[in-house]
């Protein structure tokens, strides 16, 4: 039996998404999704699907942008994974001013909180691929900014 070529009209498109891990005081900005997205409810960090024609780095700013309303940077992709659903993710460390008051576009985000990596990765309600980020950062496939041990003890801040 010979194995006939795919057509390209048939072959699925992979998706792609970028996220930002943005830290700060060693805890992390997740956002709760609205109840109009897919994954109503769960607990995830704030990103989204990659368009056609766009970097990770643009995708991030511009996923942050819509989500929460404010400017970011992304500094570095930290990690990559894919869903069991088979989208590939781009994990990108970014940051946000302080001082920049969050704005949630209700439509896709329900609330946004920062929780210690241990708190969250205790949330029942967490997106599956973020609990392996978790594990990832925890097994030390990667580090951010110095916080390389997210899962040991902290000062009290």
Same mark, same amino acid.
């Given at each position: 039996?010979?194995?006939?070529?795919?057509?390209?009209?048939?072959?699925?498109?992979?998706?792609?998404?970028?996220?930002?891990?943005?830290?700060?005081?060693?805890?992390?900005?997740?956002?709760?999704?609205?109840?109009?997205?897919?994954?109503?409810?769960?607990?995830?960090?704030?990103?989204?699907?990659?368009l056609?024609?766009?970097?990770?780095?643009?995708?991030?700013?511009r996923?942050?942008?819509?989500?929460?309303?404010?400017?970011?940077?992304?500094?570095?992709?930290?990690?990559?994974?894919?869903?069991?659903?088979?989208?590939? $993710?781009?994990?990108?460390? /970014?940051?946000?001013? &302080?001082? %920049?008051? +969050?704005?949630?576009n209700?439509? !896709?985000?329900?609330? @946004? $909180?920062?929780?210690?990596? /241990?708190?969250?990765? &205790?949330? %029942?309600? +967490?997106?599956?691929?973020?609990? !392996?980020?978790?594990? @990832?950062?925890?097994?030390?496939?990667?580090?951010?900014?110095?916080?390389?041990?997210?899962?040991?003890?902290?000062?009290?801040?």
């Amino acid at each position: 039996m010979t194995s006939q070529p795919q057509n390209p009209q048939t072959t699925p498109v992979r998706r792609k998404a970028a996220v930002a891990v943005i830290v700060r005081q060693r805890r992390l900005l997740v956002i709760r999704r609205s109840e109009k997205v897919v994954a109503p409810g769960k607990l995830c960090f704030p990103g989204g699907g990659i368009l056609a024609g766009e970097s990770e780095h643009d995708a991030v700013i511009r996923e942050i942008q819509e989500e929460i309303g404010v400017s970011c940077v992304p500094q570095q992709k930290i990690w990559r994974s894919q869903t069991s659903w088979g989208t590939e $993710v781009a994990w990108w460390e /970014t940051t946000i001013d &302080a001082a %920049a008051p +969050l704005t949630l576009n209700l439509e !896709e985000v329900a609330e @946004a $909180v920062w929780l210690r990596p /241990t708190e969250l990765h &205790a949330r %029942a309600d +967490l997106l599956p691929s973020n609990y !392996e980020f978790l594990s @990832a950062w925890k097994a030390a496939k990667f580090s951010i900014g110095g916080f390389s041990d997210p899962f040991g003890p902290h000062d009290g801040d």
